[in-house]
T-cell receptor, first 114, second 110 residues
């Protein structure tokens, strides 16, 4: 079955730690995205990548980093510089550029800072 | 002004009624819009895409795009309790990325 997987489902981080969230897709999509969702809020774009080895900052990139070394994978690192990282993190992909193409989401990772 | 805005609700309708969800947008050049359904604690699921002016129907769902008035709507006919969820509208935003509304929470009362 084609789809997007994210791991882990739940993640707990201590103050000052960096953590990495995994996102893998087997849909052969070129574009991948990371969003953050806070309770009762919409989705805010953290980073996006339209092609391997290239990525762009979204609206709230500070305190986050990404890499896109393979078409299938787009991991997100939440660094200690992110002051309020507790949120629901969603990875998505689309066959082509966003704004024109449907995006599909993975199941999400819920990050909690202890 | 936000690029995509939703009437935030919450919205309650009785079972069997029509639920109407609305979204307005600021960019007159926008042509593609998407509706997602998000159950509590889950990720968004794409339920409708609309790329041209007018109506698009899929089962009990109808998406409507009115470019002159710059709004997009989603109608759910014969609403069921299983339709209770948050519905997110999305459309083109800055840097040609999708921008999402804040969502409308729908409750269908049995």
């Amino acid at each position: 079955d084609g789809g997007i997987t994210q791991s882990p489902k739940y993640l707990f981080r201590k103050e000052g730690q960096n953590v990495t969230l995994s996102c893998e897709q087997n849909l052969n999509h070129d574009a991948m995205y990371w969003y953050r969702q806070d309770p009762g809020q919409g989705l805010r774009l953290i980073y996006y990548s339209q092609i391997v080895n290239d990525f762009q900052k979204g609206d709230i990139a500070e305190g986050y980093s990404v890499s896109r070394e393979k078409k299938e994978s787009f991991p997100l690192t939440v660094t200690s510089a992110q002051k309020n990282p507790t949120a629901f993190y969603l990875c998505a992909s689309s066959i082509g550029p966003a704004g024109y193409n449907e995006q599909f989401f993975g199941p999400g990772t819920r990050l909690t800072v202890l | 002004q936000k690029e995509v805005e939703q009437n935030s609700g919450p919205l309650s309708v009785p079972e069997g009624a029509i639920a109407s969800l609305n979204c307005t947008y600021s960019d007159r050049g926008s042509q593609s819009f998407f509706w997602y359904r998000q159950y509590s604690g889950k990720s968004p699921e794409l339920i409708m895409s609309i790329y041209s002016n007018g109506d698009k129907e899929d089962g009990r769902f109808t998406a409507q795009l009115n470019k002159a008035s710059q709004y997009v709507s989603l109608l759910i006919r014969d609403s069921q309790p299983s339709d209770s969820a948050t519905y997110l509208c999305a459309g083109p935003g800055s840097a040609r990325q999708l921008t999402f509304g804040s969502g409308t929470q729908l409750t269908v009362l049995p």
